[in-house]
Nanobody, 126 residues
Framework: QLQFVESGGGLVQPGGSLRLSCAAS????????IGWFRQAPGKEHDGVSC????????YYADSVKGRFTFSRDNAKNTMYLQMNSLITEDTAVYYC???????????????????WGRGTQVTVSS
């Protein structure tokens, strides 16, 4: 049975850090492009980062570049999003995803993911 279990969200002060985890079962993440997306209240569903299945390259939205790091542990079939220097604008529900889809430098073209986690809330507030 396909399942994504997300963890690591919570409340953090501006400037703080969180690490999100997404453990997959039922699929092998290494076979897919994988990504993190987020949705803030009243806003669009936005891409945060993705790792391409074709060559393993990692891409980031400009808003998180230099602050977030996306990684994968194939042995654990788990993906991670390390978030540093958090700002209030990072407040959102974060979703992990996997799919047979394109991942590249144009964030606006990210889409077509087949499998999604349920989301984990990240709140950045003082």
């Amino acid at each position: 049975q396909l399942q994504f279990v997300e963890s690591g969200g919570g409340l953090v002060q501006p400037g703080g850090s969180l690490r999100l985890s997404c453990a997959a079962s039922g699929i092998t993440l290494d076979d897919y492009s994988i990504g993190w997306f987020r949705q803030a209240p009243g806003k669009e569903h936005d891409g945060v980062s993705c790792i391409s299945s074709s060559d393993g390259s990692t891409y980031y939205a400009d808003s998180v570049k230099g602050r977030f790091t996306f990684s994968r542990d194939n042995a654990k079939n788990t993906m991670y999003l390390q978030m540093n220097s958090l700002i209030t604008e990072d407040t959102a529900v974060y979703y992990c995803a996997a799919g047979v889809t394109w991942c590249g430098s144009s964030v606006s073209l990210w889409g077509g993911y087949d499998y999604w986690g349920r989301g984990t809330q990240v709140t950045v507030s003082s």
